[in-house]
Nanobody
Framework: VQLQASGGGLVQAGGSLRLSCVAS????????MGWFRQTPRRERHWVAA????????YYIEPVKGRFAISRDNAKNTVSLQMNDLKPEDTAVYYC?????????????YGPGTQVTVSS
C-alpha cells in the first residue's frame, strides 16, 4: 500500500487546513485509516482515525471539536479537516493505513506533510 498526502502548509492561528491522502496499490477498504503527527519533542502518535465504513471516528482529546476525519472508499482517500488551528498543532502529519486497534501504530505510513501554525 502506498500513501500520498497533500494539503500541508503554513497558516495563522485560528485558520484552517485540509489534509488529503490517496491510497494506491493493494488497498483494502476494510482498513482503519487515519492520521498521525510528530514533533521534535514527541514521537509519532495518532491524531485521528476512521473505521473502514466511516461509521466510527476517533480523535485525541486536544483536537476534538476542531478536526474532522472522513474517507471515500470509492476513491481510496481519507481527509482531515483541521479548523481553529493552534501553534501546538504544528507537526509533520502522516497519513496511515491499517491502524492497529490500540492506535499506537499502523502498518503503512505516507511520507508526511508539514503543518506549521504561527501565533
Amino acid at each position: 500500500v502506498q500513501l500520498q498526502a497533500s494539503g500541508g502548509g503554513l497558516v495563522q492561528a485560528g485558520g484552517s487546513l485540509r489534509l488529503s491522502c490517496v491510497a494506491s496499490g493493494r488497498t483494502d477498504s476494510t482498513f482503519t485509516m487515519g492520521w498521525f503527527r510528530q514533533t521534535p519533542r514527541r514521537e509519532r502518535h495518532w491524531v485521528a482515525a476512521i473505521s473502514w465504513n466511516g461509521d466510527h471516528t476517533y480523535y485525541i482529546e486536544p483536537v476534538k471539536g476542531r478536526f474532522a476525519i472522513s474517507r471515500d472508499n470509492a476513491k481510496n482517500t481519507v481527509s482531515l479537516q483541521m479548523n481553529d488551528l493552534k501553534p501546538e498543532d504544528t507537526a509533520v502529519y502522516y497519513c496511515a493505513a491499517r491502524i492497529k486497534a490500540s492506535m499506537t501504530s499502523a502498518d503503512y505510513y505516507g511520507p508526511g506533510t508539514q503543518v506549521t501554525v504561527s501565533s
